[in-house]
């Protein structure tokens, strides 16, 4: 047989032309009628033709199950099989009255069958042994072409799906809404992934269910369906072992818990995903085929990369929306906390002699005849007193602060949440974080919220005394001081520093140097070490930055 190659090596760029290429060469070297090249196909199992010569429309629908037809049985064994009258052939299936020969071979990779080669003549007869033997010929150098197409497709492929989830990973990484980034990656991955629907869902706080939060190509029904349980469910599998899950139908599988809903909405295979960041799962990414389909450990690497961008981007979102949370828990705290705790002393201290005051003066404007310029004066002085009287009012609006809820924790687990909090802020603002922790104990009793909000408001003063970028150094250190054990805390800046005189009013209400600042949230600091039987120490100087500690007493974990 003279055709051992691809008439034109750019065929091998589109492997459907070369099926068709081989199987003209097979019939045109043969004196052939008609022909057909199938293939087996992994998810179904099935024979199905992928080129053809001389076939109806009808006739290039045909599928045949392993073993079944002339076809099918070379398929089965790998065998060649010539059929000189078809019409005494039990295992023949007819596609065409007319047909009277058939010659079938089988094109095998490295041992394996992944097709046929059939050919087909109206002539009993037809086809030799010499034909037999050309044919198996042009199927084995054919296989190898078929080979060489088929990777240099994947190539392809692969290098279109790494730029697309380059793309994607940038522009989802670049969100910063945690809905915005949720929808972007479910329609960015139904995209990437050529699927019927995506899904995304996140773990509810306890845990225990997977919520649905964003999809695409979900229909109503799809999105209103219930949550899924972790426990006893299909994808909570997923979560448990942090692995990938194929099902190759999910209409017919025990545990998926809405095969009714999948019939209904056409969801066939599923390839489902964790969604992981920094060992923890925080839901799972999920991908649903309209027909059977076997994912391919390609198909099933790149769902988790997307997964792996995804994670990342969620997670983002999930710690700038609690920075700004937290910022804002901080700001309210400041008001009620410092200023509730303040009131008291205000009340006594302003309201009473302002009072007074404000009754002599009204009493001296009645008695004491005036000129306009004095009148002007007076009416001044009264309309002052009058705001400060208001200013009082809205001090004593505020709440008393709460008392700490003390309880044993771990004082280094509070360094390693700040840290993570703070380090795009700090990212942002150009400035490195190190974080040190030195003892073999960390153990002290504290409320962990109230000192969660106090190190921040000592890491957001930092952050402001570096307007040009720097180093933050964040420390906890276990250790004794004079007999008693401790537990420090260290907030260390690269700052411009603090005069004496600065440091000696750190800690004085409404100081500030921060536009928009309250001037209470050293204040806060120092109130909340002191409800914790701790001491505050400051240490600054100019040009070398500033370091405050907190020193609490310290427990056994």
């Not at 809404?177 to 509810?204: F, H, N, P, Y």
């Not at 250790?479 to 411009?496: A, C, I, Q, W, Y």
């Not at 070490?529 to 974990?557: C, L, W, Y």
Request: hydrophobic residues 40%.
């Amino acid at each position: 047989m003279k055709a051992v190659a691809p008439r034109n090596l750019k065929i091998l760029l589109n492997p459907q032309k070369l099926l068709q290429d081989i199987l003209e060469t097979a019939v045109a070297e043969t004196g052939a009628g008609s022909g057909s090249l199938m293939l087996l196909n992994p998810n179904t199992g099935s024979l199905d033709i992928e080129a053809s010569v001389g076939l109806t429309v009808e006739a290039r629908r045909l599928k045949l199950r392993l073993g079944e037809g002339v076809t099918g049985w070379v398929a089965s064994t790998g065998l060649p099989y010539r059929v000189n009258d078809v019409r005494l052939e039990k295992r023949y299936v007819p596609v065409n009255d007319s047909i009277r020969a058939e010659l079938a071979v089988p094109l095998d990779l490295d041992g394996q069958v992944i097709g046929i080669v059939n050919v087909d003549s109206i002539c009993e007869n037809a086809f030799s042994e010499e034909h037999q033997k050309k044919l198996l010929q042009l199927a084995k150098r054919a296989s190898e072409w078929i080979r060489l197409a088929w990777e240099i497709d994947q190539l392809r492929i692969k290098g279109q799906q790494l730029g697309a989830l380059v793309d994607m990973g940038q522009t989802i990484v670049s969100q910063v809404g945690l809905d915005e980034v949720l929808q972007r990656i479910a329609s960015d991955t139904c995209r990437l992934m050529k699927v019927k629907l995506c899904s995304l869902m996140l773990l509810s706080p306890d845990g225990e269910q997977l919520i649905l939060k964003a999809w695409h190509g979900a229909s109503r029904p799809y999105v209103k369906k219930p949550n899924v349980p972790v426990r006893d469910s299909l994808v909570g599998v997923v979560v448990n072992r942090l692995k990938p899950l194929t099902v190759l139908n999910v209409q017919e599988h025990q545990r998926y818990q809405h095969t009714e809903l999948a019939r209904r909405e056409g969801l066939v295979s599923l390839l489902s995903v964790p969604l992981v960041f920094q060992d923890r799962s925080l839901g799972v990414l999920s991908v649903y085929t309209g027909q059977l389909h076997r994912f391919s450990n390609e198909e099933i690497r790149l769902l988790t990369a997307m997964a792996g961008l995804s994670a990342v981007a969620i997670a983002k979102a999930q710690l700038l929306e609690r920075v700004v949370k937290v910022e804002e828990d901080v700001r309210a705290s400041e008001r009620l906390s410092a200023l509730g705790w303040l009131a008291a002393e205000i009340a006594h201290e302003i309201r009473n002699p302002l009072t007074v005051m404000q009754m002599l003066f009204h009493s001296m404007v009645q008695n004491i005849p005036m000129d306009e310029g004095s009148a002007r004066d007076a009416a001044l002085i009264e309309n002052k007193m009058l705001q400060m009287n208001r200013i009082v009012d809205q001090v004593l609006t505020f709440a008393q602060s709460s008392e700490p809820r003390l309880e044993l924790m771990d004082a280094s687990s509070l360094i390693d949440d700040i840290t993570l909090l703070v380090r795009h802020k700090m990212a942002e603002g150009q400035i490195e974080i190190k974080k040190i922790l030195k003892g073999p104990n960390f153990g002290m009793r504290g409320d962990r919220v109230q000192l969660e909000q106090a190190l921040l408001n000592l890491v957001l003063n930092a952050y402001q005394a570096m307007p040009e970028g720097g180093t933050l150094t964040l420390s906890v250190r276990s250790g004794r001081l004079k007999g008693n054990k401790v537990v420090v805390f260290s907030v260390s800046d690269t700052g411009e520093g603090m005069t004496r005189k600065r440091q000696d009013e750190l800690f004085q209400p409404f100081l500030t140097d921060r536009k928009g600042g309250t001037g209470l949230g050293l204040v806060l600091v120092r109130k909340t070490v002191e409800s914790h039987r701790g001491k505050i120490e400051v240490n600054s100087q100019r040009g070398k930055g500033t370091s405050i500690k907190m020193i609490f007493p310290a427990e056994d974990a």
